[in-house]
Nanobody
Framework: QVQLEESGGGSVQTGGTLRLSCATS????????VGWFRQGAGQEREGVAA???????FYADYVKGRFTISLDNAKNTISLQMNTLKPADTAMYYC?????????????????WGRGSQVTVSS
């Protein structure tokens, strides 16, 4: 089993920055691809970014150049630095883990999920 816990959400104005963190614990053999997803009110969950243990990263087009995913193996933490935030980025952000290497950013490919952290961007 794998447990994930998000932190760092909040409210900012357009153009602001936030940093989300995801603390992982449990069976390290199952922690392979860790990704960030988001779900706005009345919307489907969508992929944001993912990272391999090697540090290889993947981003959705709508966050490329603004968001950066990174991992700290010593702290078992995956972070998402979000810059130049827009109201369209408002959503609940979830950290998720896949026991396999996957670059798809599809939620169905991820098995373990955190409870989420709310990000609100006002205009």
């Amino acid at each position: 089993q794998v447990q994930l816990e998000e932190s760092g959400g909040g409210s900012v104005q357009t153009g602001g920055t936030l940093r989300l963190s995801c603390a992982t614990s449990g069976d390290k053999a199952l922690i392979t691809t860790v990704g960030w997803f988001r779900q706005g009110a009345g919307q489907e969950r969508e992929g944001v970014a993912a990272i391999y243990p090697s540090g290889t990263t993947f981003y959705a087009d709508y966050v490329k150049g603004r968001f950066t995913i990174s991992l700290d193996n010593a702290k078992n933490t995956i972070s998402l630095q979000m810059n130049t935030l827009k109201p369209a980025d408002t959503a609940m952000y979830y950290c998720a883990d896949s026991p396999h290497l996957t670059s798809t950013l599809r939620s169905r490919d991820f098995e373990y999920w955190g409870r989420g952290s709310q990000v609100t961007v006002s205009s």
